[in-house]
T-cell receptor, first 115, second 112 residues
Framework: GAVVSQHPSRVICKSGTSVKIECRSL??????MFWYRQFPKQSLMLMAT?????????EQGVEKDKFLINHASLTLSTLTVTSAHPEDSSFYIC???????????FGDGTRLSIL | GDSVTQMEGPVTLSEEAFLTINCTYT??????LFWYVQYPGEGLQLLLK?????DKGSNKGFEATYRKETTSFHLEKGSVQVSDSAVYFC???????????FGQGTILTVHP
């Protein structure tokens, strides 16, 4: 149980394009989803917290117009990297939880490479 | 704010050796504590957790005890296997709604 599916697992695209990453909770309803960014050999940096049906809460220093987050249902959240540039290349990971006292369950991550 | 500090790696061990990865935290109140494991190219998997002082989390031969007096949650395993090679993250969750604070991660490599 508690499976989180993230898609795509890897994407390579040209500078200036927009990229959408999906995060789905397959067997549970996620009231909250989180988006992280991980640089090589570093820890996870929380980008934003997303609650179903409301606007995402972004961490300090994260551009909300650059990283658009939509949490339209209890099983799906999307992260769109708009007008991506090489410095946006990174490993993006989502997680989901059923409530504030429950563990976060993580997706397998998306390796984004911008050429 | 809350913070989590892990011992610096990488850690390299021979198979069947004893493993300890140190983790200490600072937080207001009494956070829940977690260990996550990340295999190459994958997301994080919850390894074990403890929600209050003196709780011991255990899973797959790993264990960690929530020590309030030393603000620590050290990860231990009596006999590591090659398949345990991964990155291990200690994390705390305090009063903020569900938000986790991660340590920097410790790379573990186990040789046959």
């Amino acid at each position: 149980g508690a499976v989180v599916s993230q898609h795509p697992s890897r994407v390579i695209c040209k500078s200036g394009t927009s990229v959408k990453i999906e995060c789905r909770s397959l067997d549970f309803q996620a009231t909250t989803m989180f988006w992280y960014r991980q640089f090589p050999k570093q820890s996870l940096m929380l980008m934003a917290t997303s609650n179903e049906g409301s606007k995402a809460t972004y961490e300090q220093g994260v551009e909300k117009d650059k990283f658009l987050i939509n949490h339209a249902s209890l099983t799906l959240s999307t992260l769109t990297v708009t007008s991506a540039h090489p410095e946006d290349s990174s490993f993006y990971i989502c997680s989901a939880q059923t409530g504030p006292d429950q563990p976060q369950h993580f997706g397998d991550g998306t390796r984004l490479s911008i050429l | 704010g809350d913070s989590v500090t892990q011992m610096e790696g990488p850690v390299t061990l021979s198979e069947e050796a004893f493993l300890t990865i140190n983790c200490t935290y600072t937080a207001t109140g009494y956070p829940s504590l977690f260990w996550y494991v990340q295999y190459p190219g994958e997301g994080l998997q919850l390894l074990l957790k403890a929600t209050k002082a003196d709780d011991k989390g255990s899973n797959k031969g790993f264990e960690a005890t929530y020590r309030k007096e030393t603000t620590s949650f050290h990860l231990e395993k009596g006999s590591v296997q090659v398949s345990d090679s991964a990155v291990y993250f200690c994390a705390s969750r305090g009063t903020s709604y569900g938000k986790l604070t991660f340590g920097q991660g410790t790379i573990l490599t186990v040789h046959p």
